[in-house]
């Protein structure tokens, strides 16, 4: 039989996943020696088998906890329940990770008429007795019982009305009375039963209503977003009570070691006199800053102030402090490493590390990488946001904080975006054809989408804002209107994306555009330091590979060539070449699209300069190739000279059920080899070009995407290979280059050792893996997922965080099987999950040697790949110990 | 350097691979003494550096075919392309399997205009030895220099015509002259420069023509179509000549040591006086019963028979001997086993092991299990067939031999069906709508879908004749008719589908049903006293189980259940299910369908008696469900009382773009709890109602589909349990069952350690797995699968034959991570490959404990598990000798 009841005293922070965050600071802060009630933790894997034994506790818990609530009276010297000298508690919740979901805190739980009545006659203090009480049974009423606090409000407000108060402080212990009578008889009306009398009955309730809080809807949903395991499990925090409503000489207050808004030093915080702890949040009364404690509490302040820096320096870390001043008599109740914004985080770790609180592995690991997109991306003002309609929600697909006017088509907004205008490009779902309206706008938004789709995956990769599957939302393109429930939008109108998180405004949003700091330069620079893994971008043009050198890119790990196909007209010569099945006509048509491809590659080249860039062969499905609607069909056959119903014949011919499983990648190329010779052809030739004429050492690295069989790279390969030797002879020159393959579909992971022998770098293409792996489309996987969230199949989305125990293990698989032939392969992630922290960590733990990420999250992957090493580095020292 | 050329001294029947079989055939007839004209082999390695060295025959392999040229010149006492006793030799391909697409034989090489003037002299006979100059210019011409046969028909013919001969035997030595000096004419036009007096050039240039015909067109056809690696290679056999042309002392005949139609014993073939081997082919001349020799040669003819008897014995099979008789003596020139039909070879196997030739285990591999089908199912009439137009050819989905009239529509084949009028339900693709048409119909023809179709899966379960993917025919649905090229036909017109070649005539052909003899049943016995693997059946409801049984199958291992959920009108109900959002509703239309599934699970549980039954859970894509026509639609939203627009827009938001990887199999429990608790239900109350009324103990195997994690079937099984539990109580009975999970998700095998936790058996759907793992849609791979063949880069179409190195290392690995986790855990295989013989091979090695394959496959698994423990015991012998 297991402990599942930690005294204060017993536990230290190390504690964490057993105590919870709360429990586990509380009983450090108890062994440095700090003015903490005396208290005890019920443990989270009490809360486990809560939740495994029908949500009972069970009776060895059960004993346990009345074990340490006798001790608990021993330390206190106060009785619970006794009526002459009654012991009150607190009881808080406290799971590993805060979560701002959960229940919170019950205070003077104990309480009944007969200990009421012993507390004022022991305090000699009868309204702080009865205000507390009526504290206590609103609490209880709310949080246990499930009863709406407005109920309680309700009645408070009444009587404070009929009394013309302004403020609870002016109630007379005869009206707490009055108002505690009616909290009874409207609590017996609610759950057909007495308030509770009985303080251990009370206890227990209060441990069981926090240990329902960890599956409550807002807890549930707020671990889903922060990827945090329903597996963990809360503790609970039972702790002697210290009161700060006993007058005037007593008081309570939140207290931050530095600003959590701009980081700079000092204390901040709010205080208020005669008051307990939810008063300072509730707003009923307004607090004080801090600071003023020095004038009302001169000695308490200072106590504060040293503990505060004592507090800092023994947790090296910012810390937000909860405490109490009972009678002059200063008590901590909380202390935990503070929230903070990106702004302020940066300041304290740089300025820690000068103050050398701590080192500079550990002041990378102080920063949120999520945090990283708000200092890099315009965010609205928060006055202007105040008075702006919010109108739907959708998926946050690609940072950032933009207006526009509404355009339902991409030829719309390229000729607003001709006249400078800013526009909203609108539709219910984008394809390639939109790219060029995409470019043209300020932001993307689309009624359907996951945060995978095409609309997303381009838009991240342009740096574009793009707000998806927003489906309370309707968009008619034909009668150009959005329809957001009674709402109806026009070309007229304007509208503001925002893309952290996800919300439509209406109108016009104003923005302010963040500065770096040379601090967070700093931190970048440590971080580059302290690195294994090599940070590359997704980039697919000069301009996207120029974003990506300033935010540090160190070489390109993924150019994608498929927009140098859709651009402008040029998708009509691949479509004509899909349609057609005259071979002439197709080298004819691609060999107009070389010189477009040599000269894109050649700028790349230019802005990368010796730096690697990887070059993807054409991945395009067939399908997203073909014209879908009457309209564009029309336009073909006209451009074709082909009848309508031929051409619509034949691309019946061409649908596909799946075509995520279809005609694309490397399989296109394998019927269609001209095109793989062409794209092999510029750029080589571009980097020709570019040692002719300027003396650059350009050493292209060639990828073939959707790679299932060493034959299939082989076939491929050889096509390349002679393209290349042909323009070698040809211009009399070599240079050096590399051919490599994506590792996308499972079975190229599985037999990784033969393709070894044709590959000489392998890049991990985790989305379409994700998709093979899960057998779930991306496109079409948003609501499975979330479904699978909500039941807890699954606790990440695989396609924001790499399925660790499924394609994780085919990824090491196929680094095993690859080095097995080439000992020395250089190996890289560029899917969609490649920046996510997580990821980040597993790829350094898996042995890649880079990672490619769309160059907005660039800075963010260099801070996880530092914090990887960290983090790597603690467990192998902790196990060393 | 390794030795590329073998004398027929050097070799052995064991090298076939590298001699190929005729070179290793001929070798081992030498070595046994047999009058074999000497010769020498070169190697099917000397193909493949030919092939890897830019289609040159390198100086080394030259080297060696001259040093054996010399060796047989010495043997033989002749010169080749000496001008008064030349030496002439024979060329003719060999691969290790036996490819009526290659090149064949060049007889009479080393002939020119002076050593044929030298054989003249020697043999005192002029016409004999200008017959062989021109058999030699006319095959060399043909098959050397690629012109076309009918060239030098149209020389020798008008010669014959103007002759007004009948026979090629009356020509004249002038004449031959003459129409040797046409051929010759006519080959400087065709090829501009004369053709070749040079005998090595001769050779060289015939034996680089066998190695180029390894690679074309018919043999790569051949070889995909008979899985035979591209990468064998073949050998080309140079040997002396002999001569049956040299008069009536002379002759050439073929034979077989049983007759290769019915296996009756005796010797059977066919026999030419005074003719070369290709006459006997050619159908020029009619030739003799082989039988007539006693009388034309009787010594060479007793001669023959004992070697014919020390053939058969030596070989241990039934042979295939070409032989030549000049001047009375008597020459083999091949032996081979021979080809014959199923029949004749079922009663060969079970005559040779009577007459003590060969033990049970050899039998049992002398069938081929391709040809079992053969034996089972209905043929056209021989007779018949030759008056019938041959309309199109598609895709043999599913075999057998029917026809019946046209129907364009389910409804109209079941209105014909219940009339007892037999019909062919024939359509552009059919969907689970279809699916009482296809029962209804004979055969079932579609113009689009692979053999892994909707159209085909379902009629190869139900044993229906079915041919899919006849792109040449244009089904008009609308209209009703049928397009073939000029041909249009209506309902009015009946056709005949043969699903073992794919072909379809038109109009009505007359069948045969075969009958099964006792020699079938006798191998079947032995095969399975042999195997290790259970044989179980796909089946869906008590008819097919009865065939299945009928078949042998030893259980059930795929029920499916998805017929019970859209047979009738109960598709409506689950339409219904898909379209609202009311729960109540849900469940009590899942109410409805639960007698039924008890009705169908109880019927096949009395068929099956005590043989294990696995009954899948629901597996159909939510597109399998929604409406597809306009028609349907409007349908829909009448019985559902849901405006058509509101409907339609519902259906719009369940659109999948890759259905496949999307909402379906346990995913749709997952969402709707409910179809799994009723599914439950009603397998659990059949079995407790047979224990009840027949005292029957059934133990059912209930299986889910889809499976990605431990967590999603832990879900499930959860909700299934709990639903057994729930029935036991009421009912007060108990019995066994187990839970089982298919193995189709590539991160299911990934992670079947855990997986295996939850799961009490694993089946392998490798259907599923193999689309995954390739990121191939089976719905849309055909034509990439066959470029792919095409082009040398897969070997095997991963959807027939199960791919050994990528889906293969998955099952392996599930396969070992299952049985860690429960070693003696029941492991099958149930996808569309298992009874392919590969696949079973696999399976057997891979130790899973059955396949599941449809009913009429079931004696070809039997079979072919037989041979899997016959050739891996041969493999363990070769291995440790």
């Known amino acids: 039989m297991g402990k599942f009841v930690y005294s204060f005293n017993e536990g ?152 013309k108060y302004k403020s609870d402080l002016e109630l007379e212990t005869k009206e707490l009375k009055e108002i505690i009578a009616s909290y009874k008889k409207m609590i017996k009306k609610e759950i057909g039963k007495d308030f509770t009398q009985e303080p251990k009955e009370q206890l227990m309730e209060a441990i069981m209503a926090v240990f329902r809080s960890w599956n409550n809807e807002r807890a549930v949903l707020y671990r889903q977003l922060n990827g945090i395991s329903s597996g963990l499990g ?121 103050e050398d609180l701590i080192d500079k592995k550990t002041a990378v690991t102080m920063l949120e990488p999520g945090q990283i997109s708000q200092l890099l991306h315009p965010r609205f003002e928060a006055e202007d946001l105040k008075n702006t309609v919010k109108l739907t929600k959708g998926l946050p697909a690609s940072p950032g904080a933009v207006t526009g006017r509404i355009c339902f088509t991409a030829q719309a907004a390229e000729k607003a975006a001709e006249k400078g205008e800013k526009v909203i490009l609108t539709r219910t779902e984008t394809s390639p054809e939109d790219l060029a309206g995409m470019v043209a706008a300020e932001g993307i938004l689309t009624a359907r989408g996951g945060i995978t789709s095409h609309a997303a995956v381009v838009a991240r990769s342009m740096g574009r804002c793009c707000i998806v599957g927003c489906s309370e939302m309707k968009v008619d393109e034909i009668r150009k209107t959005v329809t957001i429930g009674n709402i109806v939008l026009t070309e007229e109108d304007a509208l503001s994306l925002d893309g952290t998180t996800g919300i439509v405004y209406k109108g016009v949003v104003n923005t302010v555009t963040p500065e770096l700091s040379g601090n967070f330069e700093t931190i970048m620079k440590w971080a580059d330091e302290i690195r294994d893994l090599k940070i590359r971008a997704n980039a697919d043009n000069s301009q996207e590979a120029k974003i990506a050198l300033h935010f540090g ?13 859709l651009k402008e007209n040029r998708i009509y010569i691949i479509r004509r070449m899909l349609l057609t099945d005259n071979e002439d006509k197709i080298r004819e048509a691609l060999l107009q699209l070389l010189p477009f491809q040599k000269k894109e ?108 069989s060493a034959n299939e790279l082989a076939f491929i390969k050889k096509i390349v290979v002679e393209t290349i030797d042909r323009c070698f002879k040809k211009e009399n020159i070599t240079l ?84 097995s032939v080439r000992p020395n392969m250089k190996m890289g992630i560029c899917g969609e999950q490649s920046s996510d922290p997580q990821t980040v960590e597993f790829c350094h733990r898996a042995g890649l040697n880079y990672i490619s990420c769309p160059p907005y999250r660039i800075s963010l992957a260099r801070l996880a790949a530092a914090q990887a090493v960290v983090k790597e580095m603690k467990e192998n020292q902790e196990n060393k110990l």
Chains 1, 2 share one sequence.
Do not use: W
């Open 12 to 163: 230290s922070k190390e504690m964490r996943t057993l105590l919870g965050g709360k429990g586990a600071n509380l009983a450090e802060m108890t062994k440095i020696g700090l003015p903490v009630p005396f208290g005890f933790t019920v443990t989270t894997e009490a809360c486990n088998r809560y939740y495994n034994e029908d949500c009972q506790i069970a009776e060895d818990v059960v004993e346990q906890i009345f074990e340490k609530l006798f001790e608990l009276e021993n330390v206190t010297d106060k009785i619970f329940g006794d009526v002459s000298n009654p012991l009150l508690v607190s009881v808080r919740s406290g799971s590993v990770f805060s979560m701002p979901g959960m229940m919170d805190t019950i205070l003077n739980l104990g309480l009944n008429d007969e200990t009421t009545a012993a507390l004022a006659e022991q305090t000699e203090n009868e309204s702080f007795a009865y205000d507390s009480y009526r504290r206590f049974i609103q609490m209880f009423g709310n949080v246990v019982l499930e009863i709406p606090k407005s109920k309680f409000e309700d009645i408070l407000n009444k009587k404070k009305k009929d009394k």
């Open 234 to 354: 809360t503790a609970v925090n039972v702790q002697a009570m210290v009161f700060g409503n006993r007058g005037n000489d007593s008081g309570t207050g939140v207290a931050f070691t530095r600003s959590p808004i701009t980081g700079e030093t000092g204390i901040f915080g709010e205080f208020l006199t005669n008051a307990q702890g939810e008063d300072v949040v509730s707003g009923i009364r307004t607090p004080q800053p801090i600071s003023e404690m020095a004038e009302l509490f001169p000695d308490v302040y200072k106590e504060f102030l040293r503990i505060s820096k004592l507090l800092e320096e023994h947790f090296t870390d910012m810390q937000n402090i909860e405490f109490t001043v009972e009678k002059n008599k200063l008590f901590l109740l909380q202390s935990r490493n503070a929230k903070r914004t990106a702004e302020a985080a940066v300041k304290i770790a740089v300025d820690m590390e000068a």
């Open 553 to 565: 890119a160190e070489g390109i790990g993924l150019c994608r060539t498929e927009q140098m196909f």
């Open 601 to 708: 590659f050649k700028a790349i080249y230019e802005v990368m300069q010796d730096r690697p860039v990887t070059i993807r062969l054409l991945d395009l499905s067939l399908h997203e190739f073909l014209p879908k609607t009457r309209e564009e069909l029309l336009r073909l056959s006209e451009q074709m000279s082909v009848s309508y119903e031929r051409l619509s014949e034949r691309i019946k011919e061409l649908h596909e059920l799946n075509p995520t499983l279809g005609y694309r990648g490397c399989r296109l190329a394998v019927i269609y080899p001209d095109i793989a010779a062409m794209q092999a052809e510029a750029i080589i030739l571009a980097a020709i070009e570019l040692k002719r004429e300027k003396n650059m050492e350009v050493s292209p690295e060639i990828m073939i995407p959707m790679i299932a």
């Open 736 to 819: 050096n280059y590399s051919i490599g393959t994506m590792i996308e579909v499972p079975r190229a992971a599985l037999t990784a050792d033969e393709i070894a022998k044709e590959a000489e770098f392998f890049s991990f293409g985790t989305n379409d893996l994700t998709q093979m792996v899960f057998g779930l489309s991306r496109s079409d996987s948003s609501k499975i997922i979330r479904e699978y969230q909500e039941k807890r199949i699954l606790e990440n989305d695989p396609f924001e965080t790499i399925d660790k125990n499924g394609v994780g293990k085919l990824v090491h698989m196929a680094v095993d099987l690859g080095k």
